[in-house]
């Protein structure tokens, strides 16, 4: 079974840029989840969908992030413009339902000059 | 207070002793509680999920939860160079609605 996919996984900008990452989910897993980790930290969850809907974004700064889950399959997180602190990694993650474990992508590592 | 809390460490220990990972949450709640293993520059990974009192075996793991104490722990027997990471504990709320993990500790297993 293929695990979930991520892509790319390494994206160098500068700041203002926009940026977008691209994630497939596990085949079935309807919950999807975005993620962000810093250097030294666990990660945080920025948005979590349930198939097409986003149940849970109160993390997400809205005001240059968004996502977006067409078709409750893949998903989209973009980021306009970028700023130097968005400088993480970016994980997907999938799982069954929202109480079953999750797994986790490879990540995009983001660096923001 | 931290929601979930780890020992940052590094915790170092001598190939094939145990090691012992702790963790402890603040939202009573709790119900679902994982361990994920993070190599350096990849991903974390699953390795135990733990739901009940007790203890859970898994190979060389052993993950140990006490709801009324609020912690949840590792135990990694016969530890191997390979087991090196950082060992991230992750609790979901009442009805899954947040996975939050701690910051991890670093392990070190020494040959």
């Known amino acids: 079974e293929a695990g979930v996919v991520q892509s790319p996984r390494y994206k160098i900008i500068e700041k203002k840029q926009p940026v977008a990452f691209w994630c497939n989910p596990i085949s079935g897993h309807n919950t999807l989840y975005w993620y962000r980790q810093n250097l030294g930290q666990g990660p945080e969850l920025l948005i979590r969908y349930e198939n097409e809907e986003a149940v849970d974004d109160s993390q997400l700064p809205k005001d240059r992030f968004s996502a977006e889950r067409l078709k409750g399959v893949d998903s989209t997180l973009k980021i306009q413009p970028a700023e130097l602190g968005d400088s993480a990694v970016y994980l997907c993650a999938s799982s069954l339902a929202r109480t079953y474990e999750q797994y986790f992508g490879p990540g995009t590592r983001l660096t923001v000059t | ?111």
Do not use: H
Not at chain 2, 13 to 28: F, H, K, M, Q
Not at chain 2, 34 to 59: A, C, H, T, V
């Open chain 2, 1 to 111: 207070q931290k929601e979930v809390e780890q020992n940052s460490g590094p915790l170092s220990v001598p190939e094939g002793a145990i090691a012992s990972l702790n963790c402890t949450y603040s939202d009573r709640v709790s119900q679902s509680f994982f361990w994920y293993r993070q190599y350096s520059g990849k991903s974390p990974e699953l390795i135990m999920s733990i739901y009940s009192n007790g203890d859970k075996e898994d190979g060389r793991f052993t993950a140990q939860l006490n709801k009324a104490s609020q912690y949840v722990s590792l135990l990694i027997r016969d530890s191997q160079p390979s087991d090196s990471a950082t060992y991230l504990c992750a609790v979901n709320g009442e009805y899954g609605n947040k996975l939050v993990f701690g910051a991890g500790t670093i392990l070190r297993v020494k040959s």
